[in-house]
């Protein structure tokens, strides 16, 4: 979700308003991708990387987490939404820390939408993490080094038990992936559209769609 800061920049407002506008945006997504028959959703909100911004603006980013629970959480639990929160809870506060804990606690038995929300989250600290975890399982005698393959790795990371992703969206025209599901998305289609993320919106995420539907997935095997 690319941009905020941009698009409140361009309009002369604070950076921390482009990131209110963000969070308006995530609410269309949301309500929009189950009626595109779309179940899972894992949008990256705060990665490893941001805490070298100033302090203003990362207090910013989690006073929005916090208004976002406290004015959302209640509604998407009715509608059947279940919260995970993928990342490293490593220096976050108590605070930010419970409402992580409410929210994936109260939202658990939700089945109808799944949205993952990466927070405080980096690809390759995902891996490292995995990869000790796994370490310690070979140093126990509970899993030895043959066993490890992919099915295990997936079963270790952060984002296990969601299905790979099949498109990933970098808003704003940025044409990386920046640290985020390196693992999981070694075979996801890209799109990257022009438009700064608080401008996204359903006509946005169908035409993201549209791009996919479009394409031949092959999976490194030949078309048939």
């Not at 308006?24 to 941001?50: M, Q």
């Not at 640290?179 to 359903?202: G, K, M, Q, T």
Request: contains cysteine; glycine residues 8%.
């Amino acid at each position: 979700m690319d941009g905020n800061g941009r698009w409140a920049e361009a309009r002369g407002l604070p950076r921390a308003a482009g990131h209110r506008a963000g969070v308006d945006a995530l609410r269309r997504v949301v309500d929009a991708c189950p009626e595109f028959g779309i179940e899972h959703l894992t949008v990256y909100s705060f990665s490893t990387e941001n805490w070298a911004r100033p302090t203003a603006e990362i207090n910013a980013l989690f006073d929005l987490l916090r208004l976002f629970v406290n004015r959302d959480l209640r509604r998407l639990h009715e509608a059947g939404v279940r919260i995970r929160i993928l990342g490293s809870r490593t220096g976050l506060s108590d605070d930010i820390l419970e409402l992580i804990d409410k929210s994936t606690t109260l939202t658990a038995q939700n089945n109808r939408f799944h949205l993952n929300i990466a927070f405080n989250y980096g690809g390759r600290t995902e891996l490292v993490t995995a990869f000790q975890a796994l370490a310690r399982r070979v140093e126990a005698g509970e899993l030895s080094a043959d066993e490890i393959d992919e099915t295990t790795i997936s079963q270790a990371i952060w984002s296990a038990g969601t299905p790979d992703p099949d498109l990933i969206i970098r808003t704003s025209g940025e044409f990386r992936l920046s640290n985020f599901l390196l693992w999981s998305s070694a075979y996801s289609e890209l799109v990257f559209p022009d438009a700064w993320w608080p401008d996204f919106d359903r006509d946005h995420l169908a035409a993201a769609l549209a791009s996919y539907q479009a394409r031949t997935r092959r999976f490194g095997g030949l078309q048939k």
